[in-house]
């Protein structure tokens, strides 16, 4: 088994609320199912029945969740959701759904029992920007994609238990591009944002794939899986602003992916500042461009 330093952890986040902001942590305990708390809770649209998004919800990234008591293996801890106006409302509370449905002027439920097959909805029209559907599936026309995107089999997760992007490949992204864009890592919402070694150039993540990463000696993830992006990448957020030209450079460039899922075969707990090892048989001198 070789090994080689991938770089250090900068960032941990976990998103209590699908599709709202989340919150960052200094340490996060990562478990098989995913970062704990994560996606704890998600919005069902009562007029589809499907879990809503901001892939045709934007605005819930005005909202904001964190935990106002901390979430343990035993216990649900308590989730403290902020409204675009500044309501701030406990999840648990009864009066909850109503208080985010009317902020959001749309009919949701606020619920933490994901069924065995869940679906997200989608808006096929923008879900990516204006980018032709066929650049991320090729076997899609606009008339036969679905209108919804399927989760994880009992979960309110999209692919993996955890999203994982590195720094060098933001700087990548944003040089694509044209740097005229604020390309973020808040716009791609990881789990795990690694500041990445200068010598890792390009699309970072590709490297890892058949490999591992172990962190901090303390958590290992591997079975990395490129995750092709959609309009989500491209909205307003905070102080940054919605802009198409991130997603049409993903298409350009990396055939619509950006950062990588993975699955935990090694549950602990990460900290920032903790050292990251690619562990590889064969591996790479260098990411590819």
């Known amino acids: 088994m070789r090994q080689r330093t991938a770089g250090t952890i900068a960032e941990l986040w976990r998103y209590?609320?699908?599709?709202?902001?989340?919150?960052?942590?200094?340490?996060?305990?990562i478990t098989s199912r995913g970062s704990l708390g994560d996606r704890a809770k998600a919005l069902r649209d009562l007029n589809t029945g499907r879990i809503a998004s901001a892939k045709k919800f934007p605005r819930l990234?005005?909202?904001h969740a964190r935990y106002e008591v901390e979430p343990t293996f035993d216990t649900p801890g308590r989730i403290e959701v902020t409204t675009p106006g500044g309501r701030t409302v406990c999840?648990?509370?009864p009066a909850a759904s109503a208080i985010i449905s009317d902020a959001l002027r749309h009919p949701v439920r606020l619920e933490n029992e994901p069924r065995s097959e869940e679906k997200t909805d989608i808006n096929r029209a923008t879900v990516f920007g204006d980018?032709?559907?066929n650049k991320f599936k090729p076997d899609w026309t606009p008339e036969t994609m679905p209108d919804y995107f399927q989760l994880m089999k009992e979960s309110f997760f999209e692919i993996g238990a955890v999203?994982?992007?590195?720094s060098g490949s933001v700087d990548h992204l944003r040089r694509l591009q044209g740097g005229t864009a604020k390309i973020d890592r808040r716009r791609f919402r990881p789990?795990?944002?690694i500041?990445?070694?200068?010598?890792?150039?390009?699309f970072v993540e590709d490297s890892w794939i058949g490999g591992s990463l172990e962190i901090g000696g303390a958590v290992r993830i591997q079975e990395f899986q490129p995750t092709v992006w959609c309009v989500t990448s491209t909205l307003a957020q905070e102080d940054l602003p919605r802009d198409l030209s991130i997603l049409r450079a993903i298409a350009d460039h990396h055939t619509g992916c950006f950062g990588a899922y993975a699955t935990v075969s090694k549950p602990g707990l990460a900290h920032v500042a903790?050292?990251?090892i690619l562990l590889n048989e064969e591996t790479s001198a260098a990411a590819r461009a």
């Open 16 to 29: 209590p609320v699908k599709s709202m902001l989340g919150e960052r942590r200094s340490q996060l305990a």
């Open 163 to 166: 999203f994982v992007i590195a």
């Open 91 to 93: 999840a648990d509370d």
């Open 195 to 202: 500041q990445s070694e200068p010598e890792w150039s390009g």
């Open 191 to 193: 789990n795990i944002y």
């Open 274 to 276: 903790d050292p990251v």
């Open 131 to 133: 980018v032709p559907v």
């Open 61 to 63: 990234l005005d909202f």
